[in-house]
């Protein structure tokens, strides 16, 4: 995932070509910006944040000023921390039961009241509404989930002591105390609050530090929380500029959880590394499809239009590299081409657009630097590479490269776009070493009508997710199983046990009965040692462990 950025001032350029992609029509009274962000709304989200400053955030639809928000600076992170530690002790010390109900009447009300995130999440991101649904979809799993799980992945677990019978031992679980949270612009709901339910339920208070231009959204979670019965103090919100707030969250918390670039994550974990306190990261990709020589290309090629051009490929699981294997190449990428080409674009707050827009300058200047330089340098437009001003200042046409090859940028930069290169490879020994052969290690996909080969090719790639015949939802919305990535692509994981006990400290509780673990009934240290030593000896005779 590339830095928060999201500078929306763009117009349109005098003469700009028009793309081929249709446009969605908007409905008759579609709503607007002003219908949606009213000053009762604003000061309803923001009446209790921490800021001394005022800031603003924007619409990538039309670069228009959304809302003016309170801005944070070190001294009112500081602030933040105080109230979650005060509100904290309280809050874990409420059952685990009474916590899991918060996120289940959670679960409830985004679904009742999915029309107001979803109009906040397309005015802040710029995504389509389907796309943004997907955001709802995974926080109410993730609400779920925890909120029927947390008490059997929290409950003291029992352990054999070191002497059967006389050592009793129980495992618990200690919530770590005020989690330091940093979460990005893309999926400003799913990547903010769906990464705070599982801190919350387990004890925690959070300070989080939401992209300033997409601030509403995680504001508009807080209050809904709030309303679900999470006491206020427990879950703090500072906004501000990255390099200014992020490093003072850091500097506060007791565990951090960050989305976002692997540069800035590396900062992150050695702020954290000072401080000795633990991180969790899930940073860039360059995320690889491999559409193998029996798969069903239509399939493939719908398959491919979700992988790479959801939320305007602003996802940091989505794909970027396509591999196909040469025998079926021509006739997926003819229909990965048509779907491409048919794929409606549109900024209205409505379902029946198939992608929305960038959200920023910075990501928009990057996508067409990336697709320039390649065609400059000899790669084949398929489709897309244009942008539309005509639908708005950060509209770009959903993109297909071939014949991509080093040293073009697009070859190995996260582009975090809506834009794929095709590749051809000759055989799965080849296709696995094309995927691996990059510094990240997040999401693939591999299409196969032969499961079991699909699952032989699938643990070979060295990504944290794999997903068979769909590009990431299947592994992603799984939430019982961790989900992450390997190499540069971050540490921990989300989802299932991971991501919940990763918000805890084990503390073990040893209670010694009858005997001491020392020389006992008159054994002086060298009887005490034989004694200890036949033990032993027994022990393993008996398969203990």
Not at 304 to 326: D, M, N, P, T
């Amino acid at each position: 995932m590339t830095d928060s950025q999201a500078s929306t001032t763009t117009s349109a350029a005098p003469g700009a070509r028009v793309g081929t992609n249709p446009v969605a029509a908007a409905p008759a009274g579609a709503r607007t910006a002003a219908d949606v962000v009213t000053p009762e709304v604003i000061a309803q989200l923001t009446r209790d944040i921490v800021g001394s400053g005022r800031t603003a955030n924007h619409s990538p639809f039309t670069g228009e000023k959304l809302a003016d928000l309170p801005e944070s600076t070190p001294e009112d992170v500081e602030i933040a921390f105080d109230r979650a530690r005060a509100a904290q002790s309280a809050w874990a010390a409420t059952s685990v039961r009474a916590r899991a109900a918060v996120l289940l009447r959670f679960h409830d009300l985004v679904l009742q009241r999915q029309s107001e995130v979803l109009d906040l999440i397309q005015l802040e991101t710029g995504k389509a509404r389907l796309h943004a649904h997907e955001e709802v979809q995974a926080v109410a799993v993730a609400a779920r989930h925890y909120g029927r799980r947390a008490v059997s992945y929290l409950k003291p677990k029992r352990h054999t002591g070191v002497v059967p019978t006389l050592t009793k031992v129980t495992e618990l679980r200690q919530p770590r105390g005020v989690i330091g949270q940093i979460a990005p612009w893309n999926y400003p709901l799913e990547l903010s609050v769906g990464d705070a339910l599982p801190a919350f339920v387990s004890g925690n208070a959070v300070v989080m530090k939401p992209d300033t231009e997409t601030a509403l959204t995680a504001l508009w979670a807080r209050d809904l929380l709030i309303e679900a019965g999470l006491p206020a103090g427990v879950f703090q919100v500072v906004i501000g500029e990255g390099p200014v707030v992020g490093p003072a969250v850091v500097s506060h918390a007791d565990y951090v959880s960050f989305t976002g670039s692997t540069r800035t994550g590396r900062e992150v974990a050695q702020g954290a590394a000072a401080r000795l306190v633990g991180v969790s990261l899930e940073l860039g990709g360059k995320n690889a499809m491999l559409v193998l020589e029996d798969a069903d290309v239509e399939k493939a090629a719908a398959g491919a239009v979700r992988a790479c051009f959801s939320s305007a490929g602003q996802l940091c699981i989505s794909i970027e590299r396509l591999y196909v294997h040469a025998s079926v190449a021509d006739a997926f990428l003819e229909r990965f081409a048509a779907r491409t080409k048919a794929m409606r674009l549109g900024n209205s707050l409505a379902y029946g657009a198939d992608m929305g827009s960038l959200v920023g300058e910075r990501q928009l200047e990057t996508v067409s630097r990336h697709v320039a330089e390649a065609v400059e340098k000899g790669a084949t437009l398929v489709a897309g590479g244009v942008a539309r001003p005509d639908i708005g200042p950060l509209f770009y046409e959903p993109t297909i490269l071939d014949g991509v090859q080093a040293p073009m940028a697009v070859c190995d930069e996260e582009t975090f776009g809506p834009v794929v290169s095709v590749y051809r490879f000759s055989d799965d020994e080849e296709a696995v070493a094309l995927a691996n052969a990059t510094p990240y290690g997040l999401n693939s996909s591999v299409w196969t009508k032969d499961a079991r080969r699909g699952h032989r090719v699938a643990a070979r790639l060295r990504t944290g997710t794999v997903n068979i015949n769909e590009g990431y939802a299947p592994a992603y919305g799984s939430v019982q199983s961790p989900m992450g990535g390997m190499k540069d692509s971050g540490l921990g994981r989300r989802h299932g046990s991971e991501g919940i006990l990763k918000y805890t400290e084990a503390q073990t509780v040893a209670q010694q009965r009858l005997i001491p673990l020392a020389p006992a009934f008159g054994m002086d240290d060298e009887k005490y040692a034989a004694f200890m030593s036949r033990s032993l000896q027994v022990m393993k005779a008996f398969r203990l462990r």
